[in-house]
């Protein structure tokens, strides 16, 4: 199999699943479709709860101490939540949505109808979308599993990944609709890129790191929970930066 075959298979299994549960949506009513979200709120909190658990891993606190890795952590969060925050990529990743539901749900030169182009009917769209992105994108496995597929060592993680994502687009779909068939565009973006760079950097990143990855990607997947859960609209967008800011914080760590 080809590097990047774990990818390909992940935007099928999105999509497929999410053309399932459009089609099982709409034959559910709307409180069906609520339990269905929170079911799957209460999932995505526990991935994130065995992610998050990685802050306490051996290798993680061998190389940083014991009272480390939670700093890290939280400096990542925050740090990386200023980073998004100022650049406003949840602000863009929602617009982003907004431009994909006009485009796909309808042409510019069709006729719409009034759930087609109703506040309601837009959110709907975004938030599946935002989420589902977020959910698929977000979780150990999407670094893990791509970096592993582009450093030439199987896509066995992705095609794990893959089967997950597909049962879980289509319980997305049935709650929040086509937004979450969007979504398979920001996963083959995202996952390919991750392949690419694993190709670049081979064995390079250390354990370390990725744990550290690990724990904070937990942390942002527990916020993705909280707004399926519909507790709070955490802008878990922002705080994507926090992914890329944890593994420089263990890096300077160690150095120090």
């Known amino acids: 199999m080809f590097r990047g075959f774990g990818t390909v298979v992940n935007v099928a299994t999105v999509l497929l699943g999410s053309g399932i549960g ?8 709307a409180r069906t479709r609520d339990v269905v979200t929170d079911g799957l709120g209460l999932v995505t909190l526990l991935v994130a709860a065995l992610s998050a658990v990685a802050v306490t891993d051996p290798t993680l606190t061998g190389a940083v101490g014991d009272s480390a890795p939670v700093l890290i952590v939280l400096g990542a969060v925050l740090l990386g ?3 998004g925050s100022l650049a406003r990529i949840e602000q863009r990743l929602e617009a982003f949505g907004d431009v994909l ?3 796909l749900v309808h042409g510019p030169d069709e006729q719409t109808s009034p759930e087609q182009t109703s506040p309601a009917g837009t959110h709907r769209f975004v938030e599946g979308f935002v989420a589902s992105s977020l959910v698929f994108c977000v979780g150990p496995l999407t670094v893990l599993g791509s970096l592993s597929d582009g450093m030439g060592r199987g896509s066995d993680q992705l095609v794990l990944k893959a089967v997950l994502d597909g049962f879980a687009s289509i319980a997305f779909a049935a709650s929040l609709g086509w937004g979450v068939a969007a979504s398979a565009l920001v996963v083959l973006v995202v996952q390919g890129s991750l392949t690419a760079l694993g190709a670049v950097l081979g064995s390079f990143v250390p354990e370390p790191h990725l744990l550290a990855l690990t724990a904070t990607g937990g942390l942002l997947l527990a916020g993705v929970s909280i707004r399926l859960l519909r507790i709070r609209a955490v ?3 922002d705080l994507l930066p926090a992914l890329v800011v944890a593994p420089l914080l263990v890096q300077i760590v160690i150095v120090a």
Request: proline share 12%; aromatic share 0%; charged share 25%.
């Open 235 to 237: 802008p878990v967008g």
């Open 101 to 103: 539901r006009r485009r």
């Open 81 to 83: 939540g200023i980073a």
């Open 22 to 29: 459009v089609l099982v949506g709409q034959r559910l009513p």
